[in-house]
């Protein structure tokens, strides 16, 4: 079993700099895709940012790129996993989640590839 905890949403102001964390205990997710996903209100489930196992592949959407990064540091017994988010717009106001999948990933799989979800963290952005 593995248990997401994210942190750091909140609301800020356009234009400015956010940073996401997500926790990984459990299996401390050693061999799985991570990625941060967002639901704005009345929308489906967007994946921003996944990073392989590694830490050597990762992808963002067009609609983040440039402004979005996802990392990923390991230690020997937990994960973490960070999205810093940049120049942040109104549009990016969303519930965050950190998500976690043992199976292979490709950008363009649906969120719904992904077993293990954290709660969501609200980052609001206001104009």
């Known amino acids: 079993q593995v248990q997401l905890v994210e942190s750091g949403g909140g609301v800020v102001q356009s234009r400015d700099f956010r940073s996401l964390a997500c926790g990984a205990s459990g299996r401390t997710c050693r061999g799985y895709t991570m990625a941060w996903v967002r639901q704005a209100p009345g929308q489906d489930r967007e994946i921003v940012a996944y990073?392989?196992?590694?830490?050597?592949?990762?992808?963002?959407a067009d609609s983040v790129e440039g402004r979005f990064n996802i990392s990923k540091d390991k230690a020997r017994n937990r994960v973490s996993l960070q999205l810093n988010m940049k120049s942040l717009k109104p549009e990016d106001t969303a519930v965050y989640y950190c998500?976690?999948?043992?199976?292979?990933?490709?950008?363009?799989?649906?969120?719904?590839?992904?077993?293990?979800w954290g709660q969501g963290t609200q980052v609001t952005v206001s104009s």
């Open positions: 998500a976690a999948s043992s199976a292979p990933f490709r950008w363009g799989n649906p969120p719904s590839r992904f077993e293990y």
């Open positions: 990073i392989s196992d590694r830490g050597e592949i990762n992808a963002h």
